[in-house]
């Protein structure tokens, strides 16, 4: 099992632009979500899924939009960078109501 | 509003020395407290999971406690390969899947 898995590791990006952050997960797991993690502040939900077709917004949701086609699969969407968005992403997949898994992360930067 | 608050953000051990890491949570109807070691530059990894007041779970020199207001990280005899950041996240009841973070505290063993 490769659990969950994160691309790219690194990215840069000029104000404005657009790309997605691909997350995926081999455990059969029905709820992934998306975090951001800040220096000083805890991990914040930006967006979350039960299941294939449903998706739902966390705490941080602006700027950010998610599709769940698939239970492996869970993209999440910057529609136009800004420098408030330069941060480390965590995806993280796990049976309902019980632990998260993580993957390694992207650390994104906005210039 | 769910909180949770860890102290302290930084602690710094010798070898051997045991401590004790708290976090404390407001959260209406506690579902499931958690414990996660991140190192870094790498995605949360997953600890222990509290369910109720009073119940304790013990990972070679790792144990966790809950009360109904908090829950402590005993770390007993470290070794520097314990230096780490250790989150804890809280799950309510009224939401089955969805985690809130404290900041985290920042451990350095010293040989």
């Known amino acids: 099992n490769a659990g969950v898995t994160q691309t790219p590791k690194f990215q840069v990006l000029k104000t404005g632009q657009s790309m997605t952050l691909q997350c995926a997960q081999d455990m059969n797991h029905e709820y992934m979500s998306w975090y951001r993690q800040d220096p000083g502040m805890g991990l914040r939900l930006i967006h979350y899924?039960?299941?294939?077709?449903?998706?739902d917004q966390g705490e941080v949701p602006n700027g950010y939009n998610v599709s769940r086609s698939t239970t492996e699969d869970f993209p999440l969407r910057l529609l136009s960078a800004a420098p408030s968005q330069t941060s480390v992403y965590f995806c993280?997949?796990?049976?309902?109501?019980?632990?998260?898994?993580f993957g390694p992360g992207t650390r994104l930067t906005v210039t | 509003e769910d909180q949770v608050t860890q102290s302290p953000e930084a602690l710094r051990l010798q070898e051997g020395e045991s401590s004790s890491l708290n976090c404390s949570y407001t959260v209406s109807g506690l579902r499931g407290l958690f414990w996660y070691r991140q190192d870094p530059g790498k995605g949360p990894e997953f600890l222990f999971t509290?369910?109720?007041a009073g119940e304790e779970k013990e990972k070679e020199r790792l144990k966790a406690t809950l009360t109904k207001k908090e829950s402590f990280l005993h770390i007993t005899a470290p070794k520097p390969e314990d230096s780490a950041t250790y989150l804890c996240a809280v799950q309510a009841n009224y939401n089955n899947n969805d985690m809130r973070f404290g900041a985290g505290t920042r451990l350095t063993v010293k040989p």
């Open positions: 993280a997949s796990s049976p309902i109501g019980r632990e998260q898994y």
């Open positions: 509290l369910y109720s």
């Open positions: 899924s039960v299941g294939a077709g449903i998706t």
